[in-house]
């Protein structure tokens, strides 16, 4: 059996035209968020095995926040380029090339596309992914590599300002 969290980053700041868009930063609101739904993710006993991210500044500090609250070394995040300004197909082949020793593995990524990826999996619709929201499922397999043709069952969709 393997778990997949699907987490949009944080909340950033645009106040800084100089900056990138791949150099944006999280405000303040959104380290708390991604502190909350870290917690939440650990409260709802998920075990997280991997964290794989965007290099984008937004999403790799979202991951080192989740990675923080679950006791994680940051140096074991792994950036994954083509999660950056991605298809479809990138979601895809990202994770079909996830290393089968980990179980449960949380994505950091960008919108439009995590959405789009998202209602992709066809195991419930998602219109939009907040930032910082958590999207999870699981899947019967031993394989990462066998993640498009085996049926999806959705766990939970959660986000920042979803009052419990």
Request: proline share 4%; hydrophobic share 40%.
């Amino acid at each position: 059996m393997k778990t997949l969290l699907i987490v949009r980053h944080a909340k950033s700041s645009w106040d800084d035209p100089s900056l990138s868009d791949f150099a944006r930063t999280l405000i303040e609101r959104g380290k708390d968020d991604a502190h909350v739904m870290a917690k939440r993710a650990i409260n709802n006993s998920i075990k997280i095995d991997a964290f794989v991210s965007s290099p984008a500044k937004r999403a790799k500090n979202t991951a080192k926040i989740f990675m923080k609250e679950y006791g994680k070394n940051e140096k074991d995040l792994l950036l994954m380029p083509s999660l950056y300004e991605a298809s479809i197909k990138d979601y895809y082949e990202v994770v079909e090339n996830l290393d089968d020793e980990n179980n449960t593995v949380a994505l950091f990524a960008h919108n439009p596309t995590i959405t789009e990826f998202i209602n992709s999996l066809e195991c419930s619709p998602v219109y939009n992914m907040p930032t910082c929201a958590v999207f999870a499922l699981k899947f019967k397999t031993e394989h990462w590599k066998d993640f498009s043709g085996v049926e999806k069952e959705f766990l939970f969709f959660d986000y920042p300002k979803n009052v419990e």
